[in-house]
């Protein structure tokens, strides 16, 4: 029987598993967050870091887990109609993130230990700023819109926290075309000097 997977399945297969670890963790700290601390005034969200790592295995498919993150966070936390859309549309401004994919090359990123962490926080960031753009749109206050920024501090330590890990941990921080194609040339190469011996 053949063990092969096409590359495709192999992306679904991964773009999924990273969706369910992000609904759960979402899921889980918004409700620890809204039940155990409610009067907080800092949100911590791992949609950012998740956002970041799918950025760099597979690049524009991280706009589905964007979206995802936004609308698990509102769920959790019971959000209003109008949240969905703050946190939905204002999340997919994190593939902005892919302009510094494209300028300085997801090796120099993936190889860079400040790159990679600032690559995280920009994504983070553009979150934030598109959070702010899209409750102004819908009428909010621009002191309101700060908020989105203020109150997710604590994200950005978390952010850089899981991207500074998830680097070090071999082929996680990485392009999945660029790791496959590493790991077949390893083992091939392995398999070759097995044969001169």
Request: a neutral charge.
């Amino acid at each position: 029987m053949d063990r092969q997977i096409t590359l495709q399945r192999y992306r679904a297969m991964d773009l999924s598993a990273f969706a369910l670890m992000l609904s759960i963790s979402e899921a889980v700290i918004v409700t620890a967050a809204t039940r155990w601390f409610p009067d907080q005034l800092y949100t911590v969200s791992v949609t950012a870091a998740v956002v970041s790592i799918v950025l760099m295995r597979w690049g524009a498919a991280a706009a589905i887990h964007a979206v995802l993150g936004g609308a698990v966070f509102c769920a959790a936390a019971h959000a209003e109609p109008g949240q969905y859309l703050i946190y939905c549309a204002g999340n997919l401004f994190s593939l902005a993130s892919l302009l510094w994919l494209r300028l300085l090359g997801k090796e120099r990123i993936r190889n860079d230990g400040f790159l990679s962490v600032t690559f995280a926080l920009c994504t983070l960031l553009f979150m934030q700023l598109g959070r702010a753009a899209a409750a102004l749109v819908l009428g909010a206050a621009a002191s309101a819109c700060l908020g989105f920024v203020t109150t997710d501090l604590l994200s950005g330590l978390f952010t850089a926290l899981i991207v500074w890990i998830a680097r070090r941990l071999d082929g996680i921080f990485e392009d999945q075309k660029h790791y496959l194609l590493r790991i077949h040339e390893r083992d091939t190469w392995g398999e070759e000097r097995e044969g001169t011996k």
